[in-house]
């Protein structure tokens, strides 16, 4: 029976505590997901040298997780969408768990590149099943709550694997930093075997059979069509990114555009231009953060100077200040609303963007506390993504529509550090290339939510966003 209005829990503490427990073991798996991500950035020149490779082709290595995510988001999503989302998370982290034990073993780059690919299609399945998963089973009222408290987990992922690298890394090597991720992987696991199911997907969507997007996707009428397009797709990006498209890399863009394009269509049904309008944002999104994310690191130890315990400092307030943000934007967001607060968290963060790539070496504690004010209002503020994605599918596409249209966005996290090695090659310093990435796609991305630029599309279509999904009587037809 549901609560009366009442008794609906309206902070943390007032949530059962098996809704606590799914959180936790989701809040878990993101944290897994920033720890594992982040591991690759961390080791680059000690896998470059073992494996002699230079710097820019280790740096690929980077891509090869979100080569994979997309097929990830698409699969794990529907297999949320048709039995539920805790089937969909448990096969997110076994994903994990696989992948990075294989990367501890890779004998050369295309191997690590393979298993770094594993690691990214549980990646994928993680953001959209938990993200869902969660959403679904606190209230309404709280699920920008839902939203950042769950994000906060990643940063601290990645001040963990910093840690984790100071202590490992120097005395057993660059391997060990991937079989000790192994360990809370299999907790993780362990606990969300005993969950329940979502609340709302179980009353919503439960035992019916015509609202499966796994049966779009996956019908007999499509099934090897979707198949060898998938095929193609994963082909095309790892030529792409690997950098071995040679002269083929145009057309192979275009290819990829145009498939994306195809299962989008499939999807979402009528809904699909609103579904490439968000892989749209989403891919600005990452254009604004990635380029920091992943080449913060090397900007602190080539052009300034610091030394690897600085670095890690200095990562580790980033860090936290990326998880003080979550939290902040949910608690926000769930009095100012979704979009006023992000369009505001990424407004601010302008004041911090140019000042951090201005300050020269030896100001390490003002440095730290540019970063830390950085990241909680340009990353910290995604951890409203969730929320604002969701928010454009029903319940029976959401994990689908969630993990395929973010996680396709998210190559704007491999594009990121190729932008920002390029556009620094022109204007001769790192730092100023990152500030002028950031702080441009900041205004764009603050632009498109602020104007509500999918939504609006879904309008202009007279598209019903609860009731125009794809279901097996309307798209087998």
């Avoid at 720890?35 to 680059?44: A, N, S």
């Avoid at 913060?296 to 030394?307: A, D, F, I, R, V």
């Avoid at 202009?460 to 125009?468: C, H, K, P, R």
Wanted: charged content about 10%.
């Amino acid at each position: 029976m549901a609560a009366a209005p009442s008794e609906v829990p309206s902070s943390f503490r007032q949530l059962s505590a098996r809704q606590r427990k799914s959180f936790f073991a989701a809040w878990l798996g993101y944290l897994l997901d920033g720890f594992d991500f982040i591991l690759i950035t961390l080791v680059l020149t000690e896998i470059a040298g073992e494996f002699q490779l230079t710097l820019p082709k280790a740096a690929t290595l980077v891509s090869a997780a979100f080569v994979s995510r997309w097929l990830g988001g698409l699969a794990l999503g529907a297999i949320g969408d048709r039995f539920g989302r805790k089937p969909a998370m448990i096969l997110a982290i076994a994903a994990f768990a696989i992948g990075s034990a294989l990367c501890g073993f890779a004998w050369d780059y295309w191997s690590l590149f393979a298993f770094r690919a594993v690691v990214g299609i549980g990646m994928a399945g993680e953001y959209g099943a938990s993200a869902t998963y969660v959403m679904e089973d606190w209230p309404r009222s709280m699920r920008n709550r839902a939203s950042g408290f769950l994000l906060s987990a990643y940063p601290i992922g990645t001040v963990l694997a910093a840690l984790a690298y100071l202590a490992i890394v120097p005395a057993g090597g660059w391997r060990w930093l991937f079989y000790a991720g192994i360990i809370p992987i299999a907790l993780t696991l362990y606990l969300r075997r005993s969950l329940p199911e979502a609340a709302q997907w179980q009353a919503e969507v439960g035992d019916r059979t015509d609202v499966r997007t796994s049966s779009v996707l996956f019908g007999p009428g499509r099934r090897l069509v979707n198949a060898a397009l998938a095929l193609v797709l994963s082909a095309a990006l790892v030529l792409i990114f690997s950098k071995t498209s040679g002269s083929l890399t145009i057309p192979l863009v275009a290819v990829v555009v145009v498939g994306f394009i195809v299962f989008a269509a499939q999807l979402a049904g009528r809904l699909w231009p609103v579904m490439i309008a968000i892989m749209v944002t989403v891919f600005c999104a990452f254009l604004y953060s990635w380029p920091i994310q992943s080449l913060l690191p090397t900007y602190l130890k080539t052009e300034l100077g610091y030394h690897d315990s600085q670095v890690t400092n200095a990562l580790t307030w980033a860090g936290l200040g990326y998880a003080a943000g979550s939290i902040l934007a949910g608690i926000v967001g769930d009095k100012l609303g979704t979009r006023r607060t992000y369009v505001l968290g990424l407004f601010v963060s302008l004041a911090f963007v140019f000042p951090v790539f201005a300050l020269p070496g030896g100001n390490i504690v003002l440095l730290w506390v540019l970063l830390f004010a950085m990241q909680a209002t340009s990353q910290g503020i995604s951890g409203l993504l969730p929320k604002y994605i969701g928010g454009h599918f029903p319940t029976r596409l959401r994990a689908a529509g969630l993990g395929f249209s973010y996680n396709v966005g998210a190559l704007g996290g491999a594009v990121a550090p190729l932008a920002g090695a390029s556009i620094a090659a022109g204007m001769g310093s790192l730092g100023s290339a990152l500030a002028l990435l950031a702080g441009s796609l900041t205004v764009v991305v603050a632009l498109i939510i602020g104007f509500d630029v999918p939504a609006r599309i879904g309008r202009a279509l007279g598209v019903d966003q609860e009731m125009d999904a794809p279901s097996t009587s309307t798209e087998n037809a």
